[in-house]
């Protein structure tokens, strides 16, 4: 089925500039109380843009190193490294299979995908003034309950974000619609809004909300709580991870949205806890992931069971083929939204980090992870097994750091996301399991450590930093 109205708000893609460099080199020896090289070490490193300035640590011998955009790669040992912006094109990188986890069962195959090196380099950050962008309505302007608009404005937000200003109104007049948006755009309030005022109208009304991660699953829920502070709205989270009889009796209780992973609301389904055909609305939150993961017979099925007449909304990073049949079979004439502006954010400084034969790659980490402006960082990880694994190492050298993966239940994972948000780790290494909707405040620095699946991968690992306007960097581990 065609569908009926297209709205499209495309950003320009960035242009060169500045190298990916610190502005200020480190000399001497530092105060901070960051782990330091160990006396082993055969050279320390500098993180810097200019020339490279010795730095004592203890025993250490040798020349030192800088990691500078500007310096040409060199076969010579004493030689500086350098964060190339010629990478040589074309390489493949076929990777195995990740360690994230679907959130309810096993995860659908996956393809190592080329991956062509120039597109994990991206020094420029835009600087200049942007064009600011000019809602068409204030959250005072929607025509919502009242209270929730209370809600709303004591949260802080006066001006919708573009993809709130679109389909905000779309929802409210009960159209289906399909949402293109990046990440961290505000997608979740997009949805949320809407559908809570649908409930406080009638308080009889049943939301289902799937998403592939459990991590964004609770996101969502936590963001619902915000909203609905003060009305007798209830929820339940049905993720995999987390003991399923306790959702079951949750689920006995009074409750207005169910948000949860694919897996687990089959599950629930099958166990003839959830009936979907008291559900007249669903959100298929990142429906491209689901997809990814695998969960495609399982969002067919659940859709079956929902009544004919509903109000179906999917919102997805990138409109693949699989998700156009998907619309065609079970939107009735939706409304197309897209607020996509460019592939990475322009917020976000993209480099390489070149590993030479016979160095350590987990010494390359520690050298910059040593550097100050490291202050919060994401590292990603293929497989469950090398995460963990990595953690532990970094734990080792004396950083503060936390692990996500499947292998780790609900709350060990919500833990480790917890101990990060809050500031009391530095670092915390996932799976791709946290690469897709986590709304983490103030990740300055995200390393993939290994390369990633596909790019699409890569988009949405990065997506973690430069955020709310911020600026953020990103480094990739090549060699």
């Known amino acids: 089925m065609e569908p009926r109205k297209t709205f499209s708000s495309r950003g320009a893609g960035a242009r060169p500039g500045r190298e990916f460099a610190n502005s200020t080199p480190r000399s001497g020896a530092s105060s901070s109380s960051r782990p330091r090289s160990s006396s082993s070490a055969s050279g320390s490193r500098s993180y810097s843009s200019s020339s490279p300035r010795p730095r004592t640590s203890g025993a250490s011998t040798g020349s030192s190193r800088s990691y500078s955009s500007s310096a040409p790669r060199s076969?010579?040992?004493?030689?500086?490294?350098?964060?190339?912006?010629?990478?040589?094109?074309g390489r493949s990188f076929n990777a195995s299979r990740g360690g994230s986890s679907r959130g309810g069962g096993k995860r659908g195959p996956r393809k190592g995908q080329h991956i062509d090196i120039s597109k994990f380099i991206n020094k420029t950050v835009i600087t200049e003034e942007a064009v600011v962008f000019t809602p068409e309505h204030l959250f005072k302007d929607f025509i919502i309950d009242e209270r929730l608009k209370a809600n709303i404005l004591g949260k802080g937000y006066n001006e919708p974000t573009p993809i709130q200003d679109r389909v905000i109104?779309?929802?409210?007049?009960?159209?289906?619609?399909?949402?293109?948006?990046?990440?961290g755009t505000g997608k979740t309030a997009a949805f949320l809004i809407p559908l809570i005022n649908k409930v406080l109208a009638n308080p009889k009304e049943k939301v289902i909300v799937m998403a592939p991660t459990r991590e964004l699953a609770q996101q969502i829920e936590m963001e619902l709580k915000g909203f609905v502070k003060g009305f007798k709205i209830f929820s339940v989270c049905c993720v995999g991870g987390a003991a399923i009889g306790r959702q079951i009796s949750d689920l006995r209780y009074q409750h207005n949205f169910i948000i949860g992973t694919p897996g687990r609301i089959k599950d629930l389904i099958e166990r003839k806890v959830i009936n979907l055909a008291e559900f007249k609305s669903v959100v298929l939150d990142e429906a491209d992931r689901m997809l990814d993961m695998g969960f495609i017979n399982d969002m067919r099925y659940m859709l079956a069971l929902m009544p004919k007449e509903r109000h179906t909304l999917f919102f997805s990073a990138t409109l693949s083929p699989e998700i156009a049949v998907l619309i065609k079979d079970f939107l009735k004439e939706p409304v197309m939204v897209s607020v996509k502006t460019q592939d990475t954010s322009k917020?976000?400084?993209?480099?390489?980090?070149?590993?030479?034969?016979?160095?350590?790659?987990?010494?390359?980490?520690?050298?910059?992870?040593?550097?100050?402006?490291?202050?919060?960082?994401?590292?990603?990880?293929?497989?469950?097994?090398?995460?963990?694994?990595?953690?532990?190492?970094?734990?080792?050298?004396?950083f503060k750091a936390q692990s996500i993966h499947g292998d780790k239940n609900q709350g060990q994972r919500q833990r480790a996301l917890d101990t990060f948000k809050k500031g009391m780790a530095q670092i915390l290494v996932a799976t791709d399991v946290a690469a897709r909707g986590l709304d983490i405040a103030g990740v300055s620095h995200v390393i993939n450590f290994d390369i990633p699946e596909t790019y699409d991968d890569y988009v949405h690992r990065i997506g973690r930093t430069g955020r709310a306007g911020q600026k953020g960097k990103a480094l990739t581990f090549i060699g």
């Open 169 to 183: 109104p779309h929802i409210l007049h009960g159209h289906d619609l399909v949402g293109i948006a990046n990440t």
């Open 75 to 89: 076969t010579s040992a004493s030689a500086p490294r350098a964060f190339s912006s010629r990478p040589p094109l």
């Open 347 to 398: 917020n976000v400084e993209q480099d390489v980090v070149r590993i030479k034969a016979g160095e350590d790659k987990l010494e390359v980490l520690h050298d910059l992870l040593i550097n100050p402006e490291f202050k919060k960082v994401l590292i990603f990880g293929r497989t469950k097994h090398g995460v963990e694994k990595l953690a532990v190492a970094l734990t080792k050298k004396g």
